[in-house]
């Protein structure tokens, strides 16, 4: 381990003592995290006593199934399910590829993050093999912006409704609930208003996962120390991208020369 990635297992080790941190993110989706960087954030969060929550590429990802099980993570989301149809392709994957040992210890979840998605929500959560899902995640900011609205719009009453319809929907189908997209301290009211309600159980920021019954009291806090996690992390890939640029720089301009 480096430097900066001791610096990120004791932040994690804080989040998860003092801010009910339970999972590391990472996304081969909007993040377009390379393998190898997984296996290294996988790294940190092992030493920190953290599982990894992989967000792959589309509801019928098979590839990134296969990393997935490969590097052992515990909770695996598919984004952008808007139809019971691509509900169905996403867990059929999951009992195809998956074997069943994994099927019962890894965590299954869904991004439900457009307007048409909302809209189809009561067929998507009618899908018959819904058991096989433990969660749905509301992706605000794409929300927002499927809907015509702004990023700056992430806590408006309209989304907010939503997330009251969309979760106590979920709840009848005894899926655990997240919330993501826009997590910022600005976001504490509207997360302490559905916590209220019993409807929220985890919100995460791009890498971190908070339980809301855990994280509350001192959830301010935890999500400015999250972002300094993404902070470290990010330097980290650029200190280790700049060192394989560092190594063949020499023998380019070597090379550059001869060929003049």
């Not at 430097?3 to 989040?15: F, S, T, Y």
């Not at 590829?97 to 189809?120: C, M, R, W």
């Not at 989304?159 to 655990?176: C, N, P, V």
């Not at 992390?233 to 200190?239: D, G, H, I, T, V």
Request: glycine letters at 6%; a positive charge; proline letters at 2%.
């Amino acid at each position: 381990m480096n430097a900066l990635e001791l610096k990120m297992i004791e932040l994690l080790k804080d989040l998860k003592k003092h801010h009910g941190v339970t999972a590391v993110k990472a996304e081969f989706e909007a993040e377009a995290c390379r393998l190898n960087e997984v296996m290294r954030l996988k790294d940190v969060a092992n030493e920190a006593g953290l599982g990894i929550i992989l967000k792959v590429g589309g509801a019928e990802a098979i590839t990134d199934m296969f990393h997935a099980q490969h590097l052992g993570v515990t909770g695996l989301v598919a984004p952008m399910i808007e139809s019971a149809y691509a509900m169905r392709k996403y867990l059929m994957a999951v009992r195809t590829y998956f074997p069943s040992d994994l099927q019962k210890s890894i965590h299954f979840g869904v991004n439900l993050e457009t307007g048409l998605a909302y809209t189809n929500l009561p067929d998507i959560l009618n899908e018959k093999m819904i058991h096989t899902l433990s969660s749905i995640t509301l992706g605000r900011v794409d929300m927002t912006g499927s809907l015509g609205l702004s990023r700056d719009e992430v806590n408006c009453d309209q989304i907010f409704e939503i997330a009251f319809g969309m979760f106590t929907q979920a709840r009848k189908k005894k899926l655990s609930t997240t919330m993501g997209g826009g997590i910022a301290k600005e976001a504490v009211p509207f997360i302490r208003k559905l916590a209220r309600k019993k409807l929220l159980d985890y919100v995460e920021t791009r890498k971190i996962v908070f339980s809301v019954s855990k994280a509350l009291k001192s959830l301010e806090l935890g999500i400015v120390k999250a972002n300094r996690f993404e902070l470290l992390w990010l330097e980290s890939k650029r200190q280790y991208y700049a060192s394989i640029y560092h190594e063949d720089e020499k023998r380019m301009t070597m090379l550059s020369k001869r060929i003049r």
